[in-house]
């Protein structure tokens, strides 16, 4: 039986202990060391002896880590969208989602330097399967998703998520991230999952579940970042689906996918925070359909929303013109970026291999494909 303490973050009153039994840790010591290259190890055991709560541990740790990992990985962090939303109040942010620990700790530096409330964010079980990933998401305010459970199981657990993000949003007025699909989009084709919302909508108390989802304050977010340092991990599976053969992750992928996209250059990074949804959902709510296809409806409004704000990069723009054979967007790359992009295209895709470059390109295309599409439906 799957309870609230399997799936929730620690409380206050057990992150001490739990950041103090992890602190010898290899992998954590390796971190704290990074985050404070310039104190020795009674500076940094002192700082960790003083986290008491999420929010020291968010604050004095991993917010710093993080700014560590921007300064020593990339050229430039930026964001839009986070003035408009008020301070004291909780949204839950629906994200595109590329990389497994970036996208949620990038929001909540977002939301920590605009004065916001940070997030409990979800995590699939699969991914903290070492007891000091377990331990660390735990302490960085994450919720676990249980994977691979019985249908029956499955819909318990389901039910046990929905209803603590209903709780953390409403009555703890604590923020959620969730990602807008189950794990990461491999080929840059962002799109919400009907089965996300439907999850989120199993603690519905409301008679129409547009009037839910309206006291929950969804907020769609995008994130996008120039080069995906973990592009070549993706190409294994997008060629195997390519073939229509089944897909087996190797040991400890999740792990590396981890490490290097942690580690690995990713040049500028950009997070939008769309609007809060309101005349949406009543437009969808009005819309007269069953709910199954409202569900399809707000699904296509948080993607167009996600589209809209997605932040364009050269390489963005270079991959759809390598792809389409064309020079459309040409003003928005220079020669430099474009020899650039294509040194990179050789060192990940094998010489002569027409369909592994094709995938490779169209994951860095797809933001421009999708935006393309909601310019138009917005005409």
């Not at 939301?111 to 735990?138: C, Q, W």
């Not at 994450?142 to 994977?147: A, L, Q, T, Y």
């Not at 604590?174 to 199993?202: C, P």
């Amino acid at each position: 039986m799957i309870t609230i303490d399997d799936i929730r973050p620690y409380y206050d009153s057990e992150v001490n202990d739990a950041l103090l039994k992890f602190m010898e840790h290899p992998m954590v010591l390796a971190m704290l060391q990074f985050t404070f290259p310039n104190k020795n190890m009674e500076e940094i055991m002192a700082i960790a002896e003083s986290c008491h709560s999420i929010r020291d541990f968010q604050s004095k740790i991993i917010y710093n880590s993080i700014r560590m990992v921007l300064e020593k990985s990339s050229e430039g962090f930026s964001t839009d969208g986070f003035e408009k939303l008020e301070k004291g109040e909780s949204y839950l942010f629906i994200s595109n989602h590329r990389d497994i620990i970036l996208d949620t700790s990038l929001l909540n530096v977002a939301l920590y330097e605009h004065d916001l409330v940070m997030t409990a964010s979800a995590i699939g079980d699969n991914l903290v399967k070492k007891p000091f990933l377990m331990a660390l998401s735990r302490l960085n305010r994450s919720f676990i998703i249980k994977r691979d459970l019985s249908p029956r199981e499955m819909l318990k657990s389901s039910k046990l998520v929905s209803s603590y993000i209903s709780n953390s949003l409403q009555k703890e007025k604590r923020s959620i991230w969730i990602a807008q699909r189950e794990g990461r989009t491999k080929n840059g084709d962002d799109q919400t999952q009907q089965g996300v919302l439907k999850m989120l909508a199993l603690a519905n108390d409301e008679d129409q579940v547009m009037d839910y989802f309206k006291k929950l304050k969804i907020v769609p977010i995008s994130i996008s970042y120039e080069y995906d340092p973990t592009d070549v991990l993706k190409m294994p599976e997008l060629m195997a689906k390519h073939k229509e053969i089944e897909y087996i992750k190797s040991n400890n992928e999740d792990f590396n996918s981890i490490l290097k996209g942690i580690t690995g250059r990713k040049r500028h990074i950009h997070i939008s925070a769309g609007k809060v949804f309101s005349a949406e959902l009543d437009e969808i709510k009005n819309s007269g359909e069953p709910n199954n296809k409202q569900f399809q409806m707000l699904a296509d409004t948080i993607d167009a929303e996600i589209y809209k704000n997605y932040k364009l990069w050269p390489s963005n723009y270079l991959a759809y013109d390598l792809l389409n054979n064309t020079t459309k967007f040409s003003e928005f790359y220079s020669d430099k970026e474009k020899r650039q992009f294509k040194r990179r295209i050789k060192r990940r895709v094998q010489i002569g291999d027409k369909i592994e470059l094709e995938n490779f390109l169209r994951m860095y295309a797809h933001p421009v494909t999708n935006h393309l599409k909601y310019k138009v439906s917005a005409s």
